[in-house]
């Protein structure tokens, strides 16, 4: 419907275009999947009231061109529109390709590449190509192309997306539709997912798509595949990617087949190999990374009904840097104070322990109805398994055992019913349950520091948006859950005492075995969330959006079960079982302007919450082994404060300049303290040429600044054995500001379609630059990645 | 048109009917009420305990840490030692978790090359000489002398590391390794 009104709007007015300007554009409309012209469809320059139509052949000619870039709004009634943005330079001819879209007119929306999870949040799209420059690495290293995103890395590989501040379980990461449920607790889980299996990545900072959760206090990922057409066709993408800085690579490949029918039927498979990293000065030995992923889905999409089967494996094996492997405080004081690894050894592909190793299954099925006058009812099951080994570096017979064996099953169910017949109106209700089991095996002779658990969830949800007229638009949603964790953990006698908790849960003792005891901790929490907000589009040209977001979040078992050593960390984790929901208020808005000239962003944002769950290194504990560091989990109010900056600039049709900023200010507000692990500031600003008649051919060179964190918590005192006297550990101290260099270029080629191969040529670090990062755990061991050149050959078919 | 309804209606009957049922297995799946296996840690070292023996009788150095890395600290108690003297000593280790405590100075010994004991030295304690060694003539720290100095007070610091470089200079830096126990005993020498 939106689109007829578009269409109409734009046959409605009449004016006339007249300029000094003598160049003539000349286009042809194909089909992207079988090259077939396309007819009728209406071109529009952006910004002007100019339309064309494409004749029978496909083409259509635009007089009158000043020379520049322009902007096309291409609208097609079998497809969706498509803007295109042409640097006009005398006489340009120009093959533009439409991809019919799968789902029916009223479906298609007159939209670009503009998130559309909310309609007030502060939302952001990864491009393909920004996907297709990260194909090699993580997800967490693609989206830290998006303003106010940064990482918790544990070494080069395993990456966490950190956004606006906050991180782990406070990140919801949405998998084709499908919660991921991945043991997102540890600060050295990574998510599991392949940045190369859905083409389709947005961002949502804060808890504003209450649809897929309530309690995304940091934000949600949605990872989607890129929509299937519904026409007769088969083709398929592979990409190779061979990296210097761990000599490897990875190759990923794609077939999809459609019918015209609505049936699909998609594959693609991915492999990654590298051996150790290399920092600019030393090996950084045993930081190896083996990789394997496959998707498959199967599906119907018409307008009355659909349905879809998906499966997706991805298992990864990554090498734990050898020199982060310590004994006790006095090695970590001394990693601390050396400039230098511990363990330098030869490159070697070879991933030997310290590693990990996680295996994650997704399954899926759904089905969506139409209802004529009513809606579209969505209802989906799926299915996960993650399992997780981490080994650790054991002596004896032990040696190859694993020190930590989890498996965390997951099955939710999902339904909701989208009430969209009335024009500018959409309602959805909607309802969850799942329910999750994890095993920790006892048989790596190690104790749990996560325990046996039963987990149920439930949730409704109704959230809705409603276009009060062409400028404005409201969006509203509330959401209750219902969580239940029902653990079995084992306590140390001499640590339940400690903890307090024989006073406080006296009563959940099952079994008393001397120097352990088995407890049955059951907690319910009942948490609510809700938004509240609006879009306003000033002139057609700037975007004006605020967004009130309430969430409530369960603590994980990490949070509440934690006690023990962490043997790969070396440091004594501790969770307390009285901790509650923490609870977030979080104020944000965003102004934008997007033209083909420039455009910005500038998006503050003020997040409280009550109850703040951290983890932060609170005292040592005294073993045989020596002293360990103690973090401990707590809960307290906090504060977090920011704002996230962009800006571009097309100084001519060919050369454009990009600019980034993002800061983010954390204090905890009980102790008027600031707060740990908050991304320091960080400015990135890159330049880039473009060639449309050199075979697209772009070059850009990119500059990241990242500051020094200036404000963290006060470091520790320890004593150290070794030294035999009190000193400071200094683990809290962030290390220095850091620049890097990056320099991007590709050219396409035509071998037997336009355009069909793309190759690439990218360096990071290029100046090979020694840096260390606040947000990187294994800062206090060595620098981190050297220089990194990156071939890709991107083939589609 | 009304069997194409009907057909439909029923379409949608059994999908709601195939998510009902998995549902259900779904929830009974749920009700396991296995006790989980309790985990005795195997590798762990409780106790260490030095014997020091010279002409008048014997001396003994002990940390114990029955919690491991529990809350509690390790009990560590040192018995007097006489000045200007030469002690033999010996170190034994156990994990008193179990029942019987374990002898892991076996282990100790029969991995000798992948094992060394490293002795620092403070105020009243002069020496230590190796007295044992691997099966590659490197020393391993089981068995040692130990010779004091003048009366005073001073500190040894026992160090067991695996997997150290070997040999080295004797010094925990250029050893290397991980450490298994570090252990400070403050000694009276009179």
Known sequence: MKYYLCVFAIFCSTLVYAQDCNSILLGEIVDFHDNSPLSGATINITGKDYTATSKENGKFSIKQLCDGVIELEISHPECTTKFVTLTIN????????????????????????????????????????????????????????????????????????????????????????????????????????DVNANQNISIIKGAAAIEYGGDAIGGVIVLEPLPIVRTDSLFGKTQLNLASNGRGGNITSSLTKSYKSGLYIKGQGSYKRLGDLEAPDYMLSNTGIKESGASLSVGKRDFIQGWEGYYSYFNSEIGILRASHIGNVDDLISAINSDVPSVVNDFTYDIDQPYQEVTHHLGKLSYYRRFEGLGKWTTQYDFQQNRRFEYDVRVGDDADKASLDLKLTTHSILTNIKFDAKQGLDFKVGALGRYQSNFANPDTGVRRLIPDYDKYDFGLFALGSYELNNDWTLDAGARYDFSRIDAKKFYRTSRWEERGYDVDFSDIILEDLDTQLLTNPVFDYHNFSGTLGFHYEINGKDHLRFNYAYAQRAPNPSELFSDGLHHSAARIELGDLRIKSETSSKFSASLERNTTKWGYTVAPFLNSINDFILVEPTGVEFTIRGAFPVWSYRQTDAVLLGVDASLYNNWSSSIRTDHKFAWVRGTDTETDTPLIHIPAANFTNSISYTNPRWNNF???????????????????????????????????????????????TEASFTLKNTNDLTIGLSATNLLNTNYRDYLNRQRYFADDLGRNINLRLIFNY | MKTSTTMKRNKTLKTVLALSLMATVMTSCSSDDDTPEVVNEEEIITTMTVTLTNADGTATLQSQDLDGDGPDAPVVTADNLTANTTYTGSIVLLNETETPAEDITEEVEEEADEHQFFFGLTGSLSEVTYSDEDGDGNPVGIEFELTTGDAGTGTITITLRHEPTKPNNGTLADAGGETDIAQTFTVTVE
Not at chain 1, 108 to 135: A, R
Not at chain 1, 154 to 178: A, D, E, F
Not at chain 1, 704 to 717: G, K, L, M, S
């Open chain 1, 90 to 193: 005398g006489d340009t001819y120009s093959e533009i390709r439409l991809e019919h879209h799968l789902e029916e007119l009223k479906e298609v929306k007159v939209v670009g590449d503009v998130p559309k999870n909310t309609n007030s949040g502060q939302e952001n799209i990864l491009s393909v190509k920004d996907i297709e420059q990260n194909s090699g690495k993580s997800l967490g290293d693609a989206l830290k192309k998006i303003a106010g995103v940064s990482t918790l890395n544990t070494g080069g590989n395993i990456v966490k997306p950190v956004i606006q501040g906050l991180n782990g379980s406070r990140i919801l990461i949405l998998n084709n539709n499908v919660r991921m449920q991945d043991m997102e607790w540890g600060e050295e889980h990574a998510p599991n997912v």
């Open chain 1, 698 to 744: 772009l070059i850009s060179l990119e500059s990241q600044y990242v500051f020094e964190q200036t404000r963290y918590p006060e470091n520790i005192e320890v004593y150290s054995p070794e030294q035999q006297e009190n000193v400071i550990l200094d683990i809290n101290t962030p290390p220095d500001a850091y620049h890097l260099l990056s320099l991007n």
